[in-house]
């Protein structure tokens, strides 16, 4: 991790902070098709990285990717950089190694 880390930054109850991976217009599809931001999609979820969590956050870790909702999200700036603030309740799934070694995979 680089220095996310160390934010100077306590987040209280269930909150999870994260930040975006990858841009969030243009996307690529599997195929290697160019699709633009402003395409008619669905609603579709957006994966991003666990920087920092409260103390009552249970199923994500720092360094975790989650699953969410882009459109139930607030935006906030430290130094300069972009950031999502969640509650755990509004992330729909965390992809980690140690989710993996439990033998469990990823619930929706």
Same mark, same amino acid.
């Given at each position: 991790?680089? $220095? $996310?880390?160390?934010?100077?930054?306590r987040l209280l109850h269930d909150r999870v902070l994260v930040r975006l991976d990858g841009a969030e217009g243009e996307r690529r599809s599997t195929a290697g098709i160019v699709i633009p931001a402003? @395409? *008619?999609?669905? =609603? =579709?979820? *957006?994966?991003a990285? @666990?920087?920092g969590v409260g103390p009552n956050v249970r199923s994500v870790a720092?360094? $975790?990717r989650v699953l969410f &909702?882009? &459109?139930d999200r607030s935006e906030v700036e430290l130094h300069g950089r972009e950031f999502v603030l969640l509650r755990e309740r509004d992330v729909h799934a965390v992809a980690a %190694? =140690?989710? %993996? *070694?439990?033998?469990i995979g990823l619930y929706l």
């Open positions: 991790m680089n $220095d $996310d880390a160390k934010l100077p930054i402003t @395409a *008619s999609m669905g =609603r =579709r979820l *957006s994966w990285t @666990a920087v720092a360094g $975790d &909702d882009p &459109d %190694e =140690r989710v %993996e *070694s439990d033998g």
